[in-house]
């Protein structure tokens, strides 16, 4: 066979090798003439973790075998309505279990002519629906090892006894669900939510050894439910660093029962407005979770902030877990992030972070005696959630930005999953609802990311003529676009009409459109060329003409201003300011 030889200037073996560091003074040459640097690359987590914008084979770690080895996951889908008609659909139409969240007397009826050794079934923790399911296993035609699923009750006071009839009846029916589920609705972050079930499963643990079952037998009941969120990667990390955190507790314990983890798409994440794009959101979520090894994932539906869900929104559900499953094959891999440098790394750092968030609350005392800790932690990073989401650093694509406000409202019926205890925001909007039955017990808030944008839409909405700011644009459309997209994008977040002047030559010009509108705040929008020429004599027609608030879209100018308007402003404040100065009551 003829050999070819490649002449020396391909041969990569001659490359020189190109390091970290050479690699990051070509990007500071680069960032140096825009102004920024390489540490403007960099972002940091709510756990404190800094991502970088390279990983490279220094950053390699030693491979963890902790993948799960299986074909897909299970299609589970939540029903907290006694509906025989949707459950069958979503049986179906490709479910592969259930999560019910139903009262006892109701069970019987909805599970009529379900299979139940092909779709398990999920309780959301009551003892009577418990006591209720045991008693339907018992008279169904099923062997006792057939019999799979899982009770999801809290094993303390009477749900302990629940759990032993359930052992000697049913050997491979789960009892106990630890669900982590609170912690990230209260806007904690990914390595809080895992440090906080960690400790919540070994109170479980105790509390089922303490009852008479062997440590074996009691690692075997627990199943862990944690949050998907459309942060990918981080989804992905997350739930590959519980199953590592969990194995260690194994280890330490004498066991090998690997985690079972039940991965809920994120309720926080889910916005009211503009609810298309929760499709959007929940479809990265569930594919994060398929790629992050859950062994079984629901959900949400696009509508089920707003409401009960209709039949649209559920096959839109099932069928987004359909396509990745059978159409994209995502579970015919084991653990497809393994080798990623980037992903080792990040997991490795957020399992080091949970760890460390889970011995602190061993050492307060464990859970529930640490309650008051893990409440105040989670409030602190809820604190700093919310000022990112309140400048938009943390954007929310038709929410607080690209908001749309023409669209036509999505109306559903109130669904169980939004009660009187939830966390309401202000005024007439409903509270926020929760797929997690454990929020309550946990007396931690429920919030949503979107909440705070979204209250001052409604507000806008409820007055009798929608609130508007005027954009005073200086110059051709080529001019102004920009900062004029900016602006209109900023005040529509809030519910607020944005009329402009469009292309325009003088000041005056400007001002007849402004007092033609009916609007009396302005927000002068060009390119820094126009403001030197034209925003001091604008600003001056502005308030001749009317205005009785002047700001300008930019960081400054010598106009006499009243604000300014720019990319990382204060955005939910200058919002909150300006129904403020409309005298709009809340």
Not at 372 to 386: H, Q, Y
Not at 441 to 459: H, I, M, S, T
Request: net charge negative; with cysteine.
């Amino acid at each position: 066979m003829m050999e070819l030889a490649l002449p020396a200037e391909f041969r990569p073996n001659e490359f020189p090798s190109a390091s970290r560091e050479q690699w990051r003074e070509l990007v500071d040459a680069v960032l140096r003439k825009t102004g920024a640097s390489y540490e403007s690359l960099v972002t940091k987590t709510y756990d404190g973790i800094e991502l970088q914008p390279l990983y490279t084979l220094d950053d390699a770690l030693p491979a963890y075998a902790l993948a799960p080895v299986k074909q897909g996951w299970d299609v589970r889908q939540r029903h907290a309505v006694p509906d025989p008609v949707a459950l069958m659909n979503d049986l179906e139409g490709g479910v592969t279990s259930l999560w019910l969240a139903l009262p006892a007397d109701s069970l019987e009826r909805v599970l009529d002519g379900v299979y139940l050794d092909l779709a398990p079934i999920t309780l959301d923790g009551d003892v009577d629906a418990a006591r209720a399911m045991l008693r339907i296993y018992d008279q169904a035609p099923l062997l006792p090892e057939e019999v799979r699923g899982n009770l999801a009750l809290t094993p303390f006071g009477e749900a302990l006894d629940v759990i032993k009839d359930a052992r000697k009846q049913f050997p491979s029916l789960r009892t106990v669900v630890v669900d982590a589920l609170p912690f990230h609705d209260a806007g904690g972050s990914d390595s809080e939510e895992l440090g906080a079930s960690l400790a919540l499963a070994v109170s479980y643990l105790r509390a089922l050894t303490d009852a008479g079952l062997g440590v074996e037998e009691a690692f075997a009941q627990l199943e862990f439910r944690y949050a998907a969120t459309a942060d990918q990667f981080m989804t992905i990390a997350k739930l590959r660093a519980a199953r590592r955190l969990w194995a260690r507790v194994a280890e330490v314990s004498g066991v090998d029962v690997p985690q079972v983890q039940h991965a809920v798409t994120s309720s926080a994440m889910m916005t009211r407005r503009d609810p298309w794009v929760n499709m959007l959101r929940t479809t990265v979520a569930t594919l994060a979770a398929g790629l992050g090894g859950a062994d079984s994932v629901t959900v949400q539906p696009f509508d089920a902030a707003i409401g009960l869900p209709d039949e649209f929104a559920r096959r839109v559900a099932r069928n987004t877990q359909n396509l990745l499953l059978e159409e994209s094959h995502l579970g015919e891999v084991i653990d497809p992030a393994a080798g990623s440098w980037y992903v080792e790394k990040l997991t490795d750092e957020l399992a080091v972070a949970a760890w460390s968030w889970f011995q602190e609350i061993e050492r307060a005392g464990g859970l529930p005696a640490a309650h008051g800790l893990v409440a105040a932690r989670l409030a602190e990073t809820w604190a700093k959630r919310s000022a990112r989401l309140a400048d938009r650093s943390d954007p929310i694509t038709g929410v607080s930005e690209f908001p749309n406000l023409g669209e036509k409202p999505v109306v559903r019926e109130p669904g169980p999953g939004i009660d009187s205890d939830s966390q309401a925001p202000r005024g007439d909007a409903p509270p926020i609802p929760s797929v997690s039955s454990r929020s309550d017990k946990f007396g931690l808030p429920r919030v949503r990311y979107a909440q705070a944008f979204e209250e001052l839409r409604d507000l806008a909405d409820a007055q009798p003529e929608r609130p508007q700011v005027f954009l005073a644009t200086l110059g051709p459309v080529s001019a102004h676009t920009a900062r004029a997209t900016f602006a209109a994008n900023l005040f529509n977040a809030g519910g607020f009409a944005t009329p402009n002047a469009g292309p325009t030559k003088t000041a005056d010009e400007v001002a007849e459109k402004f007092a033609e509108s009916g609007a009396k705040i302005a927000v002068v929008c060009g390119s820094d060329t126009s403001y030197a020429d034209l925003a001091v004599e604008t600003v001056e027609a502005l308030r001749k003409a009317g205005a009785e608030r002047v700001l300008l879209a930019g960081k400054k100018s010598d106009a006499k201003v009243d604000g300014f308007v720019f990319m990382g402003c204060p955005a939910l404040e200058i919002l909150n300011n300006t129904f403020e100065f409309m005298g709009v009551e809340r």
